[in-house]
């Protein structure tokens, strides 16, 4: 059972059009974070939020767009997308970004560009 | 850069039998380290973790052992089950986490 829930589980998109990934944690955590993850490849972290700020954007194209309005919620939001943004994307959350903070994940989001 | 390496893509292993993912670090700077379990269809889940002051832990049916010296990393299962199939990937902190591509592990019934 997972304190963090990501909507919707599975999204097909074309390349002009514009979606949102949503993130909720129920963990009482303060940071949340995106990653990317691509088959054969580790997970690649996107974006850091620590009390509602970004601390971190690991040189990500600006057609993806984060926004984080609290602590609990985590948006992506997605426009004119290549189809090698296919891929799974995950959401977690730790209690602060500090180094011996583990993170805790969501189920993801496959995310599928035609 | 900083990376994270897993020694082996797959793994088979017979059921009750014990299992063993090893996983190498490039930062020997790196002082915290945890395995997760993926299974099909789902997140990465948290299993154990690691700080650098100890050599080993462990927890239920599984104990992580580090190796500062040689910057590895293992994750032993015990009485391997077919619940335990599963991608295991070792994440260690850096100026970030930086995880392992993963081991496929198939445990045969």
């Known amino acids: 059972e997972t304190g963090v829930t990501q909507t919707p589980r599975h999204l097909v998109m074309g390349m002009t059009n514009k979606k949102s990934l949503k993130c909720e944690q129920h963990?009482?955590?303060?940071?949340m974070y995106w990653y990317k993850q691509s088959a054969k490849k580790p997970l690649e972290l996107m974006f850091v939020?620590?009390?509602?700020?970004?601390?971190e954007n690991n040189s990500v194209p600006s057609r993806f767009s984060p926004e984080c309005p609290n602590s609990s919620h985590l948006f992506l939001h997605l426009h004119t997308l290549q189809p090698e943004d296919s891929a799974l994307y995950l959401c977690?959350?730790?209690?602060?970004?500090?180094?011996?903070?583990?993170?805790?994940f969501g189920d993801g989001t496959r995310l599928s560009i035609l | 850069g900083e990376s994270v390496g897993l020694h082996l893509p797959t793994l088979s292993v017979q059921e009750g039998d014990n299992s063993i993912i090893n996983c190498a670090y490039s930062?020997?700077?790196?002082?915290?380290f945890i395995w997760y379990k993926q299974e099909s269809g789902k997140g990465p889940q948290f299993i154990i973790d690691?700080?650098?002051?100890?050599d080993k832990r462990q927890g239920q049916r599984v104990t992580v052992l580090l190796n500062k010296t040689v910057k590895h990393l293992s994750l032993q299962i015990a009485a391997t089950q077919p619940g335990d199939s599963a991608v295991y990937f070792c994440?260690?902190?850096?100026?970030?986490?930086?995880f392992g591509t993963g081991t496929s592990l198939t445990v045969i019934p």
């Open positions: 690691i700080r650098s002051n100890m």
């Open positions: 930062n020997s700077a790196s002082d915290y």
């Open positions: 977690a959350s730790s209690q602060g970004t500090g180094r011996v903070q583990p993170q805790h």
């Open positions: 963990l009482g955590h303060n940071a």
């Open positions: 939020y620590n009390f509602k700020e970004q601390t």
């Open positions: 994440a260690a902190t850096g100026n970030q986490f930086y």
